[in-house]
C-alpha cells in the first residue's frame, strides 16, 4: 500500500507564492504518473496538474502559466509550485498516484489509485 504525504500548504495573500510537497511512503515517483488535484469548500474533485513517468505534463486551464508540476527522483517528491496565486486557488490540495505509463485523462480523479490526507491553501485577497 502505497501512502502520500502532502507538505506546504499555508495561508498567503493574493498573488503570493507556496511550494507543495508530496512524499510517497515507497520509491514511486519514477514508476507512477502522479498529479495534484484540488477540492474547494463546497465543490468537486478538479485536476489541478498531472506528469507520467516521461516528464510530460498537464495542467488545467485555470492553473497553467501559473503552477509548475515536478518531481525529483533521487528524493523521490513531488513538487507543485504555485505562483501568482488567487483567493479562486483556496482548496484542500491532493497529491494522488497511478501506477500507469501514462493516462488518457491525466487530470481526472478516476485515474488515480493512491491519495493522501491533502494540504489546506487558502489564498485572501
Not at 502505497?2 to 511550494?19: A, I, K, M, T
Not at 515517483?29 to 469548500?41: F, I, K
Not at 505534463?57 to 518531481?71: E, H, L, N
Request: hydrophobic content about 35%; some cysteine.
Amino acid at each position: 500500500l502505497v501512502q502520500l504525504r502532502e507538505s506546504g500548504g499555508g495561508s498567503v495573500q493574493s498573488g503570493g507564492s507556496l511550494r507543495l510537497s508530496c512524499t510517497p511512503s515507497t520509491r514511486i515517483t519514477g514508476t507512477h504518473c502522479m498529479a495534484w488535484l484540488r477540492q474547494a469548500a463546497g465543490k468537486g474533485l478538479e485536476g489541478v496538474a498531472a506528469c507520467d513517468i516521461t516528464g510530460d505534463t498537464a495542467y488545467a486551464d485555470s492553473v497553467k502559466g501559473r503552477f509548475t508540476i515536478s518531481k525529483d527522483i533521487a528524493k523521490n517528491t513531488l513538487y507543485l509550485q504555485m505562483n501568482n496565486l488567487k483567493p479562486e486557488d483556496s482548496a484542500m490540495y491532493y497529491c494522488e498516484a497511478a501506477a500507469a505509463y501514462g493516462l488518457r485523462t491525466p487530470l481526472d480523479k478516476d485515474e488515480y489509485n493512491y491519495w493522501g490526507q491533502g494540504t489546506q491553501v487558502t489564498v485572501s485577497a
